[in-house]
């Protein structure tokens, strides 16, 4: 450990000084000075090398505390037919997902302690057991969301190049302590482009759902994928098309997620 005050204050003195003597020879902006003397400092002190996880949260354009989407989806299995649904999450595990009808939405709701259904405005449903099949469907997605898999009570660990499919780079095994098991692939730039993991998904089933992320884009500083191709026990379930995504809406909270009063809006744009 290095006492405050001690090599790291000289560390970050000596990037300090290579910065400055970088502007003035050579008359490179500010910024990009101090980014090079960083990587130089990097090579005379030595720096941690960031964990795949780490690396894929990077790749995406840092932590992502919330993400809302609209989404067109054209489904294969159950009722086929071209839907259009909403889903709204928040770290750790809120998750809210709004199926568009004919009439009133369909709203599907947890916040943490339960899971709530309502027909528009009109809670018809609410469970607070283990097994409500929401809960697999929030858990699935806080794998994706990456910034949950921080916390106590999960082990991220990287896959073998042997375990790896066909166009994956690297990949992480996620285990939760509950003995959930969760595979993650990324290309080569760090970028989740698979995940696999048990998820139940009434009104179409439940087993191991694999899902292919693809057409990433540029989002309010994040990048995100705007295609998803779903199979549901080895057979195509879905293919999501993002009509609008809005990262990290402003003023979510946890509460938020007891009533579809309290999600936010991502129209479609």
Known sequence: MTP????????RGRRDTAAANLRERHRIPPAAALGLAAVLGCAVLGCAARSPLERAIAARGGPLPALA??????????????WRWRTVYRVPDRYA????????????????????????????????SPGAALRSHARFMAVIGLDALRAAGVTVTPLAP????????????????????????????????????????PPFGAGEVTVEFDDFRPTEGWLLPYRARWQLGG?????????????????L??????????LPACPPR
């Not at 989407?69 to 071209?82: D, T």
Request: with cysteine; charged share 25%.
């Open 69 to 82: 989407r609209s989404v067109e989806a054209r489904v294969e299995q159950g009722f086929p037919g071209l």
């Open 253 to 262: 909270e946890a509460a938020d997620f007891a009533t579809p009063a309290g």
């Open 235 to 251: 057979a195509p379930l879905a293919v999501e098309r993002v009509l609008a995504a809005c990262p990290d809406p402003p003023g």
């Open 97 to 128: 997902w709004t199926i568009e009808t004919t009439r009133d939405p369909d709203h599907y709701l947890f916040d943490g302690l339960t899971v709530r259904a309502f027909v528009g405005g009109r809670e018809v449903s609410a469970d607070t």
């Open 162 to 201: 042997s375990d790896l499919p066909a166009g994956v780079v690297a990949g992480l095994e996620v285990r939760f302590d509950d003995g959930t098991r969760y595979l993650l692939g990324m290309d080569g730039r760090g970028m989740i482009t698979r995940a696999v993991g048990p998820v139940a998904l």
């Open 4 to 11: 405050l005050g001690g090599r790291g204050e000289h560390a």
